[in-house]
Structures are given as structure tokens and as C-alpha cells.
């Protein structure tokens, strides 16, 4: 059985990658075949092989199908901005018709476990008034929201979550990434959190040294989305 889903999270910067690589990497320990995708990626660097995404290359690292860089990431704009603007200023059109058949190749591959993360948060804007949210609708695919732990993050994980449900798709599980380790009240916003969110806490990461997908893979628990 084959198990794929679209990765979101509550606000942009907050570990969606380091939690996605960690995800396929706890997939992987268990034996599991993995891919991914980054359909659209901004603040990219020119390298000797063209714009490179670090993240892209991150979730590249933990796929064990053989895949190329374009493949994984088919769009990569340079500037550090939201990928609407920056496709703006690239001249290249960027809506959903246009990401959705490289993201479903990489999904044909037929991988146990397969990732598809998205940038920033649900509602980034793509080109005539889609937003990237919308990829997700049309790929049908159930959502991993990742919770950057904060101040302020009950509100945008509710919020997402609420968004998410409205758009008709399921909220498969979060990931609680304590992104700032002096967050007030830590436990007891950890207990709101799972008391708000209508689906299973895949894990608790902690603020880690070294964010390694391993390292991030031992705190997470894959049970509720594959069976042993």
C-alpha cells in the first residue's frame, strides 16, 4: 500500500522541511521506498547544475527512488520572496495547471511513502487567484500540518486546520517542532494544541543541535499513518 500526503505548515519558516526529511527518513528505517516533491521553491542559488532549493535538496537526500533534482523541485526562483512574486519577476507562470503534472509524476513513481511539501503556509498565492492550497485540493492528497511552537501558534494551527477542513481535505496528523524552546507555558500549550486539533500528534520534536533527519526521525512516530 502506498501512502502519500501534502506537508503544510502554520507559518512560514517554522521546519516544514526538517520535519518532512525526518518524516521520510522514519519512513525509510522502516524499510518503506520514499519520494518527494517541492513543486515551487524561491531563494534558491545558482550552482554549477542551475538553481538549487536547500531544502529541495534536503528532501532529495531522503529519497531512495532515484530522482533528479528538477524533478523534485521543477520550479526554483532565486529571490528570497514569495514564490508568486518571484515568478512574476521570472516571467513564468505559476498556477496550479502548471505544477500539477510534475507533482503527479513523482506520486506515479509509486513509492510507499511519498511527500509533496508545500511553501510557507496553506493560503500562498499562486498566479490568477489560486492559492497553493489548491494544488493540494486538486492532488486530493490528506495534509501533515506542521505546528511551528510559539507564542501564537494555538491561534494558526487551529486557523489551518479550520482551512484545510473547509477545502474539503483531512487533516492527517501534526507535528509539533518547537522552533523556540523558551515558548511560556510550554506544556500546557502542548496540551491545547492536542486537545484543539481534531487529528494524531506524529511527534514532538524538540529544539535540536543538529536537526538532522535522523535526528528528527527518533522523535517522531509514523504508527497512526503506516501500519507495521
Not at 521520510?24 to 516533491?37: D, V
Not at 526562483?77 to 512574486?85: G, N, V, Y
Not at 494544488?135 to 505546528?147: C, K, N, Q
Amino acid at each position: 500500500m502506498t501512502h502519500a500526503y501534502f506537508v503544510t505548515g502554520t507559518d512560514t519558516e517554522i521546519g516544514k522541511t526538517t520535519i518532512a526529511a525526518g518524516l521520510l527518513h522514519a519512513a525509510r528505517l522502516r524499510g518503506l521506498s520514499t519520494a518527494a516533491a517541492k513543486p515551487v521553491a524561491s531563494g534558491c542559488v545558482m550552482s554549477a547544475d542551475g538553481l538549487r532549493n536547500d531544502d529541495a535538496l534536503a528532501l532529495l537526500g531522503e529519497c531512495s527512488l532515484a530522482l533528479r533534482y528538477e524533478e523534485v523541485n521543477p520550479l526554483a526562483f532565486a529571490p528570497a520572496i514569495a514564490p508568486h512574486l518571484a515568478a512574476r519577476e521570472a516571467g513564468v507562470s505559476l498556477d496550479v495547471a502548471s505544477l500539477l503534472g510534475p507533482v503527479r509524476a513523482i506520486l506515479a513513481k509509486g513509492a510507499d511513502f511519498s511527500l509533496v511539501e508545500g511553501a510557507g503556509g496553506w493560503r500562498v498565492p499562486l498566479a490568477g487567484g489560486e492559492n497553493l492550497s489548491d494544488l493540494a485540493v486538486a492532488l486530493g492528497l490528506p495534509v501533515i500540518l506542521v505546528v511551528g511552537v510559539r507564542l501564537g501558534c494555538i491561534n494558526h494551527a487551529v486557523l489551518s486546520m479550520e482551512a484545510i477542513e473547509r477545502d474539503g481535505l483531512r487533516l492527517a496528523g501534526w507535528v509539533a517542532n518547537v522552533v523556540d524552546a523558551q515558548t511560556s507555558r510550554l506544556e500546557e500549550n502542548l496540551a491545547t494544541l492536542a486537545d484543539r486539533l481534531a487529528a494524531p500528534c506524529l511527534g514532538r520534536v524538540p529544539r535540536l543541535a543538529q536537526a538532522t533527519p535522523a535526528a528528527v526521525a527518533a522523535h517522531l512516530d509514523l504508527d497512526r499513518l503506516v501500519r507495521r
